[in-house]
């Protein structure tokens, strides 16, 4: 230790300084209470794969091209599917027209 | 509830709304589209042209009278038989003779309808006319084939005829 550049005086001061400007009382268990709040910070965001999975499959859906995409898939299978059907109904309707007219439901 | 399974649960249902709305509305537009007059069927169905519908037009309105004359018979001889069962117990000796007279006007009519169907089906092309004919066959004379193998099988006992 180099002795000649320990000046007392200032040692003195530092001292008294320190009395003139008490320090408040830290809270208990301040330092753990800081660690914690580090740890946390630092650790990764956990969260539940379900509501991830949600989450990502909403933000897709509510995409705009996405979106539009769907409802003209549904709506254009919809319509086919019903014109298909459709048709079968009529063909079926025609048919019962004609049947009913030459071959009386007493003949059936 | 999750904002976001609540979003999806919207998204499904308007989904399902846009599908069935546009089944729904195609299906319709389809019917009404394809909603004829009482032959509209053969046409369609028999490929058939407008002069070979023609003749079967005229050979339909001639068949009309005599078809709804035989009805109006078999009606009148349905209400005969009725009477007679009218508070009996049993068939009587009446409504036996009634129930004779019913089959044999029912066969009449069939046999009236048939031929029919053999002079519409000469007015088509020869496939044509063979698939009318068998179709309505089996349209018109299946029912009673279905009923009767039907009521033979659950009964346990066969029919030859």
């Known amino acids: ?108 | 509830m999750n904002r976001s399974l609540v979003i999806l649960l919207g998204a499904l249902a308007l989904g399902v709304v846009m599908f069935g709305g546009s089944y729904f509305a195609g299906q319709r537009a389809c019917r009404m589209m394809r909603s004829g007059d009482d032959l509209s069927w053969l046409q369609d169905e028999f490929h058939l042209s407008d002069a070979e519908m023609a003749r079967i037009q005229k050979l339909h309105e001639g068949y009309l009278p005599k078809c709804a004359e035989m009805c109006a018979k078999i009606a009148a001889k349905k209400s005969e038989l009725e009477t007679a069962l009218n508070g009996s117990t049993n068939v009587n000796p009446v409504a036996q003779q009634k129930l004779t007279e019913l089959a044999a006007l029912r066969a009449q009519c069939q046999a009236q309808m048939l031929q029919h169907f053999t002079e519409v089906s000469r007015t088509m092309p020869p496939e044509q006319g063979r698939r009318y004919l068998a179709e309505m066959q089996r349209l018109t004379l299946g029912f009673h084939e279905q009923t009767e193998s039907s009521m033979s099988g659950s009964a346990g006992h066969e029919h030859h005829h």
């Open chain 1, 1 to 108: 230790m180099n002795q000649e550049n320990i000046n007392p005086e200032d040692v003195r001061l530092g001292a008294l300084l320190r009395a003139s400007r008490p320090a408040p009382a830290l809270p208990p268990r301040f330092q753990e209470g800081v660690w914690r709040r580090i740890e946390e910070a630092a650790a990764p965001v956990k969260s539940t794969g379900g509501i991830t999975w949600l989450d990502a499959l909403v933000a897709l859906v509510l995409r705009p091209r996405f979106a539009l995409a769907i409802a003209t898939v549904l709506i254009v299978a919809g319509a086919l599917l019903g014109v298909r059907e459709g048709n079968q109904a009529a063909r079926q309707d025609a048919q019962a027209r004609y049947l009913a007219v030459v071959a009386p439901n007493s003949l059936r």
